[in-house]
């Protein structure tokens, strides 16, 4: 989760699609083919590091970087718990999609309006699923679907402890957004519309051997784009549930020769999604694989996708001693039968099944040089430039599809940028100028299993801020101390803002919206802040490296209630 210096593959990646983006509406294309400059660019700037360990990544966050880099930023998130069999492996949802006000946003960010772009990449739905070949590393066997793979022990004698736990991924069904530069150079889908990939994180460390965390894989794979400390397999939701390309961490290339039909969307199979539309997501188990299917309530379109064989799933086999990356063929299916356990043993937050959001990864800039730096910042940095603004990773206005202005995609360290201002749906107290200056909220039900007819029982408000708000991620002392907590505040040092859940009714049913305190029709807001929602902090339970455990403090967490808004 720390930041570094260090510059990033997925850096070259973005800034290479300068000169190129999709129509300028949704109509239908051919997925672009720039691996040749694509491959220039990264060997002219000599990136070295897969995209998972970039400075703006969309990954799942570890509580212990690797190689001393950071993964992502910070995700409020919400996680859903229930010990009915089958709701760690069936769960259904109604999604409706965020729309934007009419006015778009101006190229400084003072005033004016704000759309979804600024305050979040992505968000996502997401579930813990077996990995032979991920972390902790003690056993090359992963059974699906049950909960005798729930290890949390902390005796390393006894046959339940955390260290022997199965190998574990984490899936994020991940919505990216219209109006800006879309993947894989920013972060959206088209000038217009929706669309959304299943990704799966991987983390390739042994806990339980070496000195520290543990021993990392093989470096041989830190030279794939989707490859590295933590793999990442990526498919879009298509409308024939055909992968466009093999979806497997080594598809995607090298960093001096990389091939992105997998990661850039294709808008004649892609299920596109128009703002304001209803989806229910059901993701479930099969004999082939994770399944996500998605229905648009809206427009009768559905897509699907499949962690199949078929479609090119795959994972990096863990190999330290070798000098080439290896990668075999595998089918993700979830780790556990039932909701209540932890999730993983390597990421920061502690949820199994969950919904988050993704935010702080967008600044305005006035102005760009060659380096694709910011050298005139916009109205956030009103001081100067500031050193989230020198990272080679702005990208100009001209590449959009709709809103031409300038935006950096760094993580924001002083926490000065949209995502935390009073900028997010409802933190305007009179409501015609908050639907005229803001985007509507994200509104999404609680999950039900058993194919949609039972709700999950209990639910808890988490955020990952202290994992990032230690000495080398964050730019405003004084920082966390993830090891006694000391420190570690919420919101953060220098957000004016920190966005939170609160529910309303929706379709004659309890759903949950993300923002401010003043949404119209809000039912529950849980205190009115992040502070009193969000609650103290937790500490977490990590297996080492010498058979040992360490306990840290990497979220504030609610601790588990009843779920406030079951589906009627």
């Known amino acids: 989760m720390k930041r570094s210096l260090i510059a990033a593959a997925a850096v070259g990646?973005?800034?290479?699609?300068?000169?190129?983006?999709?129509?300028?509406?949704?109509?239908?294309?051919?997925?672009?083919?720039?691996?040749?400059?694509?491959?220039?660019?990264?060997?002219?700037?000599?990136?070295?590091?897969?995209?998972?360990?970039?400075?703006?990544?969309?990954?799942?966050?570890p509580y212990s970087s690797p190689y001393g880099q950071y993964v992502g930023h910070d995700e409020p998130s919400l996680e859903y718990k229930s010990g009915v069999p089958g709701s760690g492996n069936d769960m259904t949802y109604t999604l409706t999609l965020p729309a934007d006000p009419k006015q778009q946003p101006n190229a400084s960010g003072a005033g004016g309006t704000t759309w979804n772009f600024e305050l979040r990449p992505t968000f996502w739905f997401g579930l813990t699923l077996c990995d032979s070949q991920s972390a902790p590393e003690f056993t090359n066997t992963c059974t699906p679907d049950t909960d005798s793979n729930n290890l949390v022990g902390t005796n390393p004698a006894a046959p339940d402890y955390i260290g022997k736990h199965p190998g574990n991924a984490f899936m994020e069904l991940q919505f990216y957004g219209?109006?800006?530069?879309?993947?894989?150079?920013?972060?959206?889908?088209?000038?217009?519309?929706?669309?959304?990939?299943?990704?799966?994180?991987?983390?390739?460390?042994?806990?339980?051997?070496?000195?520290g965390r543990g021993t990392e894989n093989t470096k041989?794979?830190?030279?794939?784009?989707?490859?590295?400390?933590?793999?990442?397999?990526?498919?879009?939701?298509?409308?024939?549930?055909?992968?466009?390309?093999?979806?497997?961490?080594?598809?995607?290339g090298t960093l001096s020769a990389p091939?992105?039909?997998?990661?850039?969307?294709?808008?004649?199979?892609?299920?596109?999604?128009?703002?304001?539309?209803?989806?229910?997501?059901?993701?479930?188990?099969?004999?082939?694989?994770?399944?996500?299917?998605?229905?648009d309530l809206t427009t009768g379109q559905s897509g699907s996708m499949t962690a199949s064989l078929a479609n090119g799933f795959g994972h990096i086999l863990y190999t330290p001693r070798s000098s080439t990356c290896h990668q075999a063929p595998y089918a993700f299916h979830p780790e556990y039968s039932t909701a209540n356990?932890?999730?993983?043993?390597?990421?920061?937050?502690?949820?199994?099944?969950?919904?988050?959001?993704?935010?702080?990864?967008?600044?305005?800039?006035?102005?760009?040089?060659?380096?694709?730096?910011?050298?005139?910042?916009?109205?956030?940095?009103?001081?100067?430039?500031?050193?989230?603004?020198?990272?080679?990773?702005?990208?100009?206005?001209?590449?959009?599809?709709?809103?031409?202005?300038?935006?950096?995609?760094?993580?924001?360290?002083?926490?000065d940028a949209q995502s935390y201002r009073n900028d997010w749906p409802g933190t305007n107290p009179v409501p015609g100028q908050d639907r005229k200056l803001h985007p509507s909220p994200v509104l999404f039900t609680s999950p039900l299993t058993d194919n949609g007819t039972v709700n999950y029982s209990t639910v808890a408000f988490e955020t990952d801020l202290p994992?990032?708000?230690?000495?080398?991620?964050?730019?405003?002392?004084?920082?966390?101390?993830?090891?006694?907590?000391?420190?570690?505040?919420?919101?953060?040092?220098?957000?004016?803002?920190?966005?939170?859940?609160?529910?309303?009714?929706?379709?004659?049913?309890?759903?949950?919206?993300?923002?401010?305190?003043?949404?119209?029709?809000?039912?529950?807001?849980?205190?009115?802040?992040?502070?009193?929602?969000?609650?103290?902090?937790?500490?977490?339970?990590?297996?080492?490296?010498?058979?040992?455990?360490?306990?840290?403090y990497e979220n504030f967490n609610s601790g588990d209630m009843a779920n406030p808004c079951p589906v009627r």
């Open 13 to 61: 990646v973005l800034v290479a699609l300068a000169a190129y983006a999709p129509p300028a509406d949704a109509a239908p294309s051919t997925a672009r083919n720039l691996d040749a400059l694509q491959a220039k660019t990264l060997n002219k700037y000599g990136y070295n590091a897969p995209l998972c360990s970039s400075r703006s990544s969309l990954c799942a966050d």
């Open 178 to 211: 219209p109006g800006y530069v879309p993947q894989f150079e920013g972060f959206g889908c088209a000038a217009t519309v929706y669309c959304a990939a299943m990704t799966i994180d991987s983390r390739t460390l042994d806990q339980n051997t070496g000195t």
């Open 220 to 252: 041989a794979c830190n030279n794939y784009v989707l490859g590295g400390p933590e793999p990442l397999n990526w498919a879009y939701i298509t409308r024939s549930g055909v992968s466009q390309a093999p979806a497997n961490p080594l598809f995607t």
């Open 259 to 295: 091939n992105f039909a997998a990661v850039n969307p294709d808008y004649t199979k892609d299920l596109l999604m128009n703002p304001g539309d209803r989806i229910r997501i059901h993701l479930h188990d099969t004999p082939a694989g994770f399944r996500t299917d998605l229905t």
């Open 341 to 415: 356990p932890r999730g993983n043993t390597w990421s920061a937050h502690t949820y199994n099944v969950a919904f988050s959001d993704e935010v702080g990864h967008f600044e305005n800039c006035l102005q760009i040089d060659t380096n694709f730096n910011c050298v005139t910042p916009g109205a956030q940095d009103a001081s100067g430039i500031d050193p989230d603004d020198l990272n080679n990773f702005c990208v100009p206005g001209s590449d959009s599809s709709l809103v031409h202005i300038n935006g950096c995609f760094s993580a924001d360290s002083d926490w």
């Open 467 to 552: 994992a990032i708000e230690v000495r080398g991620s964050q730019a405003n002392p004084p920082f966390c101390n993830t090891t006694t907590g000391e420190n570690c505040v919420n919101p953060p040092n220098g957000a004016q803002f920190y966005p939170f859940f609160s529910t309303r009714i929706n379709h004659g049913t309890c759903t949950w919206q993300e923002g401010g305190p003043f949404i119209p029709g809000t039912k529950n807001d849980f205190g009115g802040s992040s502070t009193s929602e969000f609650g103290p902090l937790l500490q977490t339970v990590y297996p080492v490296a010498g058979f040992t455990t360490q306990l840290r």
